[in-house]
């Protein structure tokens, strides 16, 4: 008798979400084959400034100053160098050796005062069960907390903010984020912020139920999209003006490729990678 598949997926983050929502071969690229992909310099110069504005909150309030954020920038920046040369060199190219990060933390430092906040957490993991075998998943940039109990979502990007056609589709990940914390803490955040470095824009949003519901009836159904195209075995691409940016583009049919064989079910990975939070969406155009 033939062995039952495994329910696939067994979690979903805000971008693997994305992902398959773009393109379900793009989803499948990353989430079953994990094909390599070309380091991208405004990624992981984004990466840096993530890393810098994270640590800036361990100093003392009264330190966490421009300079201090610069230093720690140009830290993160020589521990890639030791960890991870070729990344290093990707973004030196791009930026410069250290990466310029000037204007970026000018326009973090113009949106708020760090030295008068004390978030409640950094670089969350949150994780969350919807439905049997299945949870959502994700790490949250910055949770703040009022002393009445009131949270604050906060997601930094270093790209520029997007038109107003395109707000929703950048909101989604911090619905998904508000979703889980929700679930796990049974809490409905008070604000939901997206702070874009790019071009110093802030959008705001203030879930309530009714929202957070629609976001769980939408993640629910990508589960069972994703579902149906892995036991058909069937991946679709989706072409759009994305593919330019896409490292898979000359694997992919719909540019005349030839993608690898769709590796064995058994050999799926089980849960997403903790890498894939990293800023993917700050390399988009």
């Not at 793009?26 to 840096?48: N, Q, T, V, Y």
């Not at 000018?106 to 949870?135: K, M, N």
């Not at 003006?241 to 064989?261: E, V």
């Amino acid at each position: 008798m033939p062995a039952v598949p495994v329910p696939f997926p067994a979690s979903l983050s805000p971008s693997r979400a994305s992902d398959f929502m773009t393109c379900p071969l793009l989803f499948r690229f990353r989430s079953i084959d994990r094909l390599p992909e070309e380091p991208s310099p405004a990624a992981i110069r984004g990466s840096l400034v993530h890393r810098a504005l994270e640590t800036l909150f361990d100093l003392p309030a009264t330190e966490r100053t421009p300079a201090a954020a610069a230093e720690l920038a140009e830290r993160a920046f020589r521990e890639l160098e030791h960890d991870d040369a070729e990344s290093a060199t990707v973004v030196s190219a791009a930026y410069g050796s250290p990466p310029d990060f000037e204007a970026l933390l000018a326009a973090y430092f113009a949106l708020e005062d760090p030295r008068r906040l004390e978030p409640h957490a950094r670089e969350l993991g949150v994780s969350a069960q919807l439905a049997a075998s299945f949870e959502v998943r994700g790490f949250i940039d910055r949770v703040d907390r009022t002393p009445d109990g009131q949270v604050r979502i906060v997601d930094y990007k270093t790209g520029r903010s997007p038109g107003p056609l395109f707000e929703a589709k950048a909101m989604f990940q911090m619905r998904f984020y508000a979703l889980a914390w929700w679930r796990m803490t049974e809490a409905i955040p008070r604000l939901l912020q997206l702070m874009y470095l790019g071009n110093s824009e802030v959008l705001r949003y203030e879930p309530d139920a009714d929202d957070l519901l629609a976001t769980e009836r939408k993640v629910l159904a990508l589960r069972d999209a994703i579902s149906r195209a892995a036991d058909a075995g069937d991946f679709a691409p989706s072409p759009s003006r994305l593919c330019d940016w896409c490292s898979h583009k000359a694997i992919c049919p719909a540019w005349g490729g030839t993608p690898p064989p769709l590796p064995a079910r058994a050999d799926w990975p089980t849960s997403s990678s903790r890498a894939e939070s990293v800023t993917e969406a700050d390399a988009a155009p």
